[in-house]
């Protein structure tokens, strides 16, 4: 639906025309033949664009501007100017007018100020839709995030609570950080009328408005203590799952994806939505270490593998030519928040594969040097349904002997 235009212009003729001019085009038009009155009108009807004369006796456009703003900062106002008036049409976009026509005034001119006004208004919402929505999250954020804290003083695994709480703060900083810059450049694609600046905006606020939904998931999952739920699956299916996830994305950044399965391994009891989890962050993790770090390499690649181990185990491997890191990185791999990606990792998506994996009642084992890749091995046990049985907790004792 067309957004309601007031019309304020002095000149009888301009009135009919333009009025027939906007119906026609499908606006619904309000028309005051003076400042004074558009002022009245805005107030009893809050149009979203006003086209107003700059000229008028009394109250003039310049006058009108500065109400209308000062009551409504996000109407748009198109002025409205004769030859030798571009001193004040400049005045008026001082004053944030979204445009200026000049009389006479062509359809095709008025209709590009209108088509500009409407994308400004259109932006405004969805920014406005965007804080609101961003608002809720940051209360539901911030309630999860407080649940957290309790269970974090609970967690023997969490017990060093101020680097948990330090690093939580940094990943947030870095989140908001990216917001912020998002609604930086959303403001200024607004206020110079540049769409690039806007969809750049928006694209970096959706970014990290994923950021922080996935670091809130991941913290839950990371404290939430839990069993698997056990399934007889068979890890290649999981394998190339993760395969399908990542294949497009890998061709686009330039990486060889490439599988290399034991199609004699047997199915085996695992929870499939926590290990495609893990396999699915290794692989990521792989790619972004051949693309994103200081060093890329000639050929990038990444290599997920599968193998049969003695003594009932079974091996699921990813291999990446990439950056690779050193033994101090190393060590620090599976520390809460530690993430070699900067701001653009939480930390927790290899804490969170270790946990996964050590609940299924394996290892992850990494073997890395700088500049010659990285080897991750998730080495699980090969256990039926039956060998995952655990046992009922003991009666609780309700005081009869």
Known sequence: MKPKILLIDDEEGIRKLLGISLRDAGYPVSIAIDGERGIELFQEEAPEIVLTDIKMPGLDGIEVLRRIKAMSPDTEVIVITGHGEMELAIQSLQLDASDFVTKPIHDEAL?????????????????????????????????????????????????????????????????????????F????????????????????VERNIEKISQLTMDLLSFCKERDPEWEIVQPNDLIREVFELYRDQAAERGVRLKLDLDEKMEPLALDPREMYQVLANLVGNALDACTLGDYVPPEPETIIRSRSLPEKKILLEIRDNGMGM?????????????STKGSRGTGLGLLLSHKIVQEHGGEIRVQSSPQQGAVFQVILPQRLLTETAVPPPPAENDGNK
């Open 111 to 183: 209709f590009v100020a209108l088509r500009r006004a409407e994308e400004k208004l259109a932006w405004r919402r969805a920014l406005k839709h965007y804080n609101e929505t961003l608002k809720s999250k940051v209360r539901e954020a911030t309630e999860e995030l407080k649940n957290l804290q309790k269970e974090l003083l609970r967690s023997e695994r969490l017990a060093a609570t101020g680097q948990t709480v330090a690093g939580m703060a940094h990943a947030i900083k870095n989140i908001l950080g990216g917001l912020k810059g998002g609604r």
């Open 185 to 204: 450049m959303v403001n200024k694609g607004l206020e110079i009328n540049e769409m690039k600046y806007l969809q750049d905006g928006w694209a970096m």
């Open 326 to 338: 050193s033994e101090e990185v190393r060590k620090k791999l599976f520390t809460i928040f530690f």
